[in-house]
């Protein structure tokens, strides 16, 4: 069974500051993507980046990177140069490649908050 | 390029009523699944569709159902409805094809927040 664990459900960073988002991970499967999803107090979740299993690079999508260590099982986000607006929700969630299902397993999510 | 749109945003029901939320996926994608997002259990899959056919189902009494339509359009319905179905419920949908062997990501909508009185 896949599995997602976010151990902080709560963080603060000051503005222009650099931030981790920790989310570490467990299946069995060979083949898997991980995705970053933030979601603002409006409810929508809006997908910020993605890392396949096989994927040598770490993914990077503007300030948004991701700190793949495929032996520690840990995929975290990291936001450059934080902004007032990236206050929200963030969900980390894996998904099984190759098989017949888009489902989503999602962690508990992690609450920052950007300070002036 | 329209978003998910999930009507309606807000919903207030009684206990042992029914509702049916619908959801709009973005035009092209075929894929689209729903999610229940609560405080205690956070987010929970519900079923994902493709092409009209149920392709997966999360764990939910029989009570939860849906369906999707030949324009990818699909609506889910509750019947008999609990206090703990309070929740928002969530629609995505996505490119992928049947099988999903590539990075095809999750597109949301904003949500249908079901209040049940």
């Known amino acids: 069974a896949q599995k997602i664990t976010q151990t902080q459900p709560g963080m603060f960073v000051q503005e222009k500051e650099a931030v981790t988002l920790d989310c570490t991970y467990d299946t069995s499967d060979q083949s898997y993507g991980l995705f970053w999803y933030k979601q603002p107090s409006s409810g929508e979740m809006i997908f910020l980046i993605y890392?396949?299993?096989?994927?040598?690079q770490n993914a990077t999508e503007g300030r948004y990177s991701l700190n793949f260590q495929k032996a520690r099982k840990s995929a975290n986000l990291v936001i450059s140069a934080s902004q007032l607006g990236d206050s929200a929700m963030y969900f980390c969630?894996?998904?099984?490649?190759?098989?017949?299902?888009?489902?989503?397993?999602f962690g508990t999510g992690t609450l920052l908050a950007v300070q002036p | 390029k329209a978003g998910v749109t999930q009507t309606p945003r807000y919903l207030i029901k009684t206990r042992g009523q029914q509702v049916t939320l619908s959801c709009s996926p973005i035009s092209g994608h075929r894929s689209v699944s729903w999610y229940q997002q609560t405080p205690g259990q956070g987010l929970q899959f519900l079923f994902e569709y493709f092409s009209e056919t149920q392709r997966n189902k999360g764990n939910f009494p029989g009570r939860f159902s849906g369906r999707q339509f030949s324009n990818s359009r699909s609506e889910m319905n509750v019947s008999t409805l609990e206090l703990g179905d309070s929740a928002l419920y969530l629609c995505?949908?996505?490119?992928?094809?049947?099988?999903?062997?590539?990075?095809?990501?999750?597109?949301f909508g904003n949500g249908t927040r079901l209040t049940v009185t």
């Open positions: 995505a949908s996505s490119l992928s094809s049947v099988k999903s062997s590539y990075n095809s990501p999750l597109h």
């Open positions: 890392q396949g299993s096989y994927d040598e």
């Open positions: 969630a894996m998904r099984k490649l190759g098989g017949a299902t888009n489902k989503l397993i």
